[in-house]
């Protein structure tokens, strides 16, 4: 794998071989699972949809925030997205990122790459700074405040 590991507690990449796919699995293998996983995307795809579902019994709560843009596209996508998480978000959104945690432990990976597999140049860093993370949380609640959620 083509994530940089520093001695005091993050990764790092920049790459064609490591997509947002690769730092989902790997932050569920450093969390052994998840208590709680959020995932931002400007775009996801089914074969992203389909490792959620290979996943879920190692995830107990996912929350998605798609753009709305991308979302009112592929309306048959963003459902079987929806059907898969425990509540997706749409708003205007270009973010990519995704944060996890259990039993205490959390990472966060901030990234250039969307839920896609487009194998270009990417980049991100993943981040176990819990002060940090926390200050993050709080910008991802105050996003919640622009979205509106699916199904609602």
């Known amino acids: 794998m083509k994530i940089t590991e520093t001695t005091n507690g993050f990764g790092l990449y920049l790459n064609k071989e490591v997509q947002s796919h690769t730092v989902f699995d790997y932050l569920l293998d450093q969390c052994n699972g998840a208590d709680k996983m959020i995932v931002s995307s400007f775009a996801i795809t089914e074969a992203y949809v389909r490792r959620i579902i290979r996943n879920r019994q190692r995830i107990e709560d996912l929350t998605l925030f798609l753009d709305f843009t991308i979302a ?14 425990d509540r997706l978000y749409l708003t205007n959104n270009h973010s990519k990122f995704i944060y996890i945690s259990r039993s205490g432990v959390e990472y966060l990976s901030i990234m250039s790459n969307n839920a896609t597999n487009n194998h270009r140049y990417e980049s991100g860093i993943i981040l176990s700074d819990s002060v940090f993370i926390a200050e993050f949380l709080a910008q991802i609640e105050a996003m919640k405040l622009n979205c509106v959620l699916y199904g609602s």
């Open 72 to 85: 009112s596209r592929n309306p048959r996508g963003t459902n079987y997205a929806a059907h898969n998480v």
